[in-house]
């Protein structure tokens, strides 16, 4: 588990958050939680999708997002729908990372599958996302990767 300090004024937070841990890509029951799915190799936090009925494929999710975009950012977890669309945050869709970086907020954001999710970085440098580790990407010289929870 990496933790990250946050410091406002006299005020320190602590947030605890987890970096994705592995998986081979769509077989999003290996993840630890329902909650989560797997893309680029990482299990990646994701939210129910409040429309959608229960799943036993991929597939079945995808019918029920909204055409377009959305549809790249489903799959089936132990029998529910889930999004990387945060239903909370607006404008998440991206065709690359620069798209992502235009969100408000001290936390960093990565494209994957269309969509902007939360990232955390690593101890490595880069100046190209192939510098990385699979399922990682290059954001202002240094390694993230996507949160998990």
Do not use: W
């Amino acid at each position: 588990m990496n933790s990250t300090v946050v410091v406002f004024g006299l005020l320190t937070v602590l947030i605890s958050i987890h970096v994705g841990e592995g998986c081979e890509t769509l077989k999003h029951y290996q993840c630890a939680g329902r909650n989560m799915l797997c893309f680029r190799s990482k299990c990646i936090m994701a939210f129910k999708m409040p429309y959608a009925q229960s799943c036993t494929t991929n597939a079945e999710c995808r019918l029920a997002a909204t055409a377009g975009r959305q549809r790249f950012t489903v799959g089936c977890n132990r029998g529910q729908c889930n999004t990387l669309l945060n239903p909370e945050l607006p404008n998440q869709f991206c065709r690359r990372q620069s798209d992502c970086s235009k969100m408000a907020g001290i936390m960093k954001f990565m494209c994957i599958r269309t969509a902007c999710v939360l990232a955390m970085p690593t101890t490595r440098y880069c100046d190209r996302d192939h510098l990385c580790k699979t399922g990682e990407s290059c954001i202002n010289g240094v390694c993230y990767e996507p949160v998990d929870k």
